[in-house]
Each structure stands twice: as structure tokens, then as C-alpha cells.
Antibody
């Protein structure tokens, strides 16, 4: 079965960096695009970034452009989110989500359990 | 950027009742709309894609309809496990991928 497991969350001071990982299993990771989506405490869902299955396309939300970097290592079936210059407003649960294929293309068909990032001094 | 507006913000219903949730897009998204369910402390789960197609394993009491700018998620008879927050999401125009602000279905 498809599993996505995030790690690397924690408490970090404003201006510092953090890297999230998302370990995938149960499917051919290298065949799927992958997203990061975040949810601030008590708020709705906000798309953060996407990387195409072959890494050929990468897009970011304006709110994180220039500060966050999405990447993938298909040899390790792992997705990453490098977060630099963190701000208080980046505090959220960060989910990795698989981009569906075929009829579910560009929808989020499987989600990890999330990793909490708290930016606070 | 396409803005999705969900209504109502909160729906108070009893088990067994019918729930009707609305999602309106700021411009046409054709049928490129999905619905997700999120329970407290859990990740979202894909329910409906392409406006009306149930994702694998989703019970038949969940149905989606609409096209263009107006969409509806209907839960025909609420089960206790259906009380949750529901989000719509569009894939018509990206980036960014956008979500509605959510509708909470709570027990009356």
C-alpha cells in the first residue's frame, strides 16, 4: 500500500533553516510527481511546491519562492523540502502528497501524516 | 489565481441526514475539481476527482456534481465517521494549486 512518511519537523528560530524529508513506499516513486502542502494551526490547506516525476518542472507558491527548495532522490524514494529564512508565518503542519496519474493527474491522491514546523524565538 | 469559495463555513446536522456542501470558483475550472475530507489530527483524503468521480474505496453515499464555476458535494446519509472538514481543490489553472477554505460538518 502507498505510504508517505514525513520527518524533520521541529522548533526553529526565525531566520534559520530546516529540511523536511518524505519517505515513500508501496509505489514506483520515480513515476510520480510530488507536492508539499502545508496547514497553519486551525487554518486551511495551502499548496507549497511541486516537483515533476522526472524533476523537469518545479513550481513554488509565491509565499515561499526564493526561500524553499523542493528536491527528490529517486535512489532513496525520498522527497525533500529545504526551508531557509524561516518566518513565524511558516509555522504549519507540512504534508507531502503524491500527484495522481492518469484520470487523477494533478490531484493529490495520497498524503503523508504530516510534520509540524514551528518557527519561534 | 483561481479562488475557490466554500459554503457554508459550518454545517450542523444529525447522523442520517443529507449534507450538501458548495464550492464556487472565481472562473471556470471546467470539471477539474476535487473534494477532500480531513478528520482532526489526520491528513486529508481524496474523495472525489473530476467533479463527480469517487476515488477508490470511497463509499457511494459521497457524490459530487457540477461544472464550470459551481460544484456540490453531497453526503446522502451522514454516518458518524463523516463529521469532518471538507475542502475543494482545482487543477484547471496552476500554479498555484488552490483549495477552498473548507466546510466543517459537525454533529448537531
Amino acid at each position: 500500500q502507498v505510504q508517505l512518511v514525513e520527518s524533520g519537523g521541529g522548533v526553529v528560530q526565525p531566520g534559520r533553516s530546516l529540511r523536511l524529508s518524505c519517505a515513500a513506499s508501496g509505489f514506483t516513486f520515480s513515476s510520480y510527481g510530488m507536492h508539499w502542502v502545508r496547514q497553519a494551526p486551525g487554518k486551511g490547506l495551502e499548496w507549497v511546491a511541486v516537483i515533476w516525476f522526472d524533476g523537469s518542472e518545479i513550481f513554488y507558491a509565491d509565499s515561499v519562492k526564493g526561500r524553499f527548495t523542493i528536491s527528490r532522490d529517486d535512489s532513496k524514494d525520498t522527497l525533500y523540502l529545504q526551508m531557509n529564512s524561516l518566518r513565524a508565518e511558516d509555522t504549519a503542519v507540512y504534508y507531502c502528497a503524491r500527484m495522481g496519474a492518469g484520470t487523477t493527474w494533478a490531484y493529490f491522491d495520497y498524503w503523508g501524516q504530516g510534520a509540524l514546523v514551528t518557527v519561534s524565538s | 489565481e483561481i479562488v475557490l469559495t466554500q459554503s457554508p463555513a459550518t454545517l450542523s446536522l444529525s447522523p442520517g441526514e443529507r449534507a450538501t456542501l458548495s464550492c464556487r470558483a472565481s472562473q471556470s475550472v471546467y470539471s477539474y475539481l476535487a473534494w477532500y475530507q480531513q478528520k482532526p489530527g489526520q491528513a486529508p483524503r481524496l474523495l472525489i476527482y473530476g467533479a463527480s468521480n469517487r476515488a477508490p474505496g470511497i463509499p457511494a453515499r459521497f457524490s459530487g456534481s457540477g461544472s464550470g464555476t459551481d460544484f456540490t458535494l453531497t453526503i446522502s446519509s451522514l454516518e458518524p465517521e463523516d463529521f469532518a472538514v471538507y475542502y475543494c481543490q482545482q487543477r484547471r489553472d496552476w500554479p498555484p494549486w488552490t483549495f477552498g477554505q473548507g466546510t466543517k460538518v459537525e454533529i448537531k
